[in-house]
């Protein structure tokens, strides 16, 4: 038995005792301490008792490609150039980036249970505990450089608050760029990455994290904002949503994907607009040298942050600075 059977055996989060572990599946006593000792190392809470039985202190509902597919109409899915999961990754991101290029017009799709380097923007760490969120990217081919890539990943925040909000009717806001927000807390981010080819097409890889279950430990650590990060079982009602969520998030980013070209931002400027976390606050810019403050006006048609300061408006281009709320 693999130290994946086990964890697929405890991740209905009951009680499974030792010596029945050992008993039904033939496993070595020591295989099963090494199993054990290993969970710790992927972030996962086991309430051991008394050496004799083990419980994941939360379920976790496995990535399922079936389960992912089968939501999704035939045509859709025959817009996925290939679709992969894995129960380990350095980061879905950099696989996607490092490995295949789709053909024109199709979606490749990579999914991971536990990512060991997930990165987030500004190369900061992404990290969660193996199945604690969904980890998933996106690549696509633009024929050629879209007029307003800088908006692209905010057009992504649009799809994926809207994907939550349907399914659980918690609605996050938007903090510009791209990062989910559910009472003040990180719920999501986004990484858009990019890498032009030879031939003048550019290959995009739509990175999403999203909280899904984890301790407060966990939560606490995971981000540095003033109020922290929150997950989705601690918003919603705790149905098992994981692979519905991937499904849906295919579908949408697909979709946005698919008419960026044509649309650019433009589609889902208003919906920006009525989702903007950061309207109304004073923000700061950071970075060395930047003593830049001033009141969040709105997100321009282009993507860019319209800030009024003490000296005018300041226009502020996505990907270009990393701002404090305060
Ligand atoms: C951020 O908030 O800074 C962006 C976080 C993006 C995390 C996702 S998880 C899936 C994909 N793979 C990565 O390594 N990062 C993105």
Redesign the pocket.
């Known amino acids: 038995m693999s130290q994946l059977e086990v964890l697929k055996l405890l991740a209905d989060g009951r009680n499974h005792s030792r010596e029945k572990i050992i008993e039904s599946f033939g496993l070595p006593s020591s295989l099963l301490s090494e199993y054990i000792k290993n969970f710790g190392n992927l972030g996962l809470d086991l309430v051991v008792d008394c050496k004799k039985s083990y419980r994941l202190s939360r379920p976790i509902e496995f990535l399922d490609t079936n389960k992912i597919l089968s939501p999704l109409c035939d045509s859709m899915t025959q817009k996925i150039y290939r679709l992969e999961i894995f129960q380990e990754l350095e ?4 696989y996607l980036l490092d490995t295949f290029v789709p053909k024109a017009r199709r979606l490749s799709v990579c999914l991971a249970e536990y ?1 060991s380097s ?4 500004f190369g ?1 760490k ?1 990290s969660a505990p193996f199945g604690g969120s969904l ?3 996106m690549g696509w081919v633009f024929d050629e450089k879209p007029e307003n890539l800088s908006a692209l990943s905010l057009s992504a925040a649009v799809v994926v608050r809207q994907v939550i909000g349907d399914l659980t009717n918690c609605y996050p806001m938007i903090k510009w760029p791209n ?1 989910l927000v559910w009472k003040d807390k990180k719920l999501g ?3 858009t990455e990019s890498s032009p080819k030879k031939d003048g097409s550019l290959y995009v890889v739509v ?3 999203i909280n899904l279950s984890m301790n407060s430990a966990w939560l606490s650590k995971v981000c540095d904002w003033p109020e922290g990060a929150t997950d989705l079982s601690s918003i919603s009602s705790g149905e098992p949503l994981k692979n519905l969520l991937a499904s849906r998030l295919i579908e949408g980013i697909y979709t946005m994907l698919e008419s960026y070209s044509r649309t650019g931002f433009s589609s889902h400027i208003d919906d920006f607009a009525s989702a903007n976390y950061l309207k109304g606050r004073k923000v700061s810019l950071l970075g060395e040298g930047s003593d830049l403050s001033g009141v969040v006006a709105s997100v321009d048609s282009d993507g860019s942050l319209l800030l009024e300061t003490k000296t005018g408006s300041h226009r502020i281009v996505a990907g270009e600075v990393s701002l404090r709320a305060s």
């Open positions: 980061s879905t991101n950099s990512q997930g990165r987030g923007r900061r992404w980890c998933i990217s990062d981010g986004i990484l990175g999403i994290g």
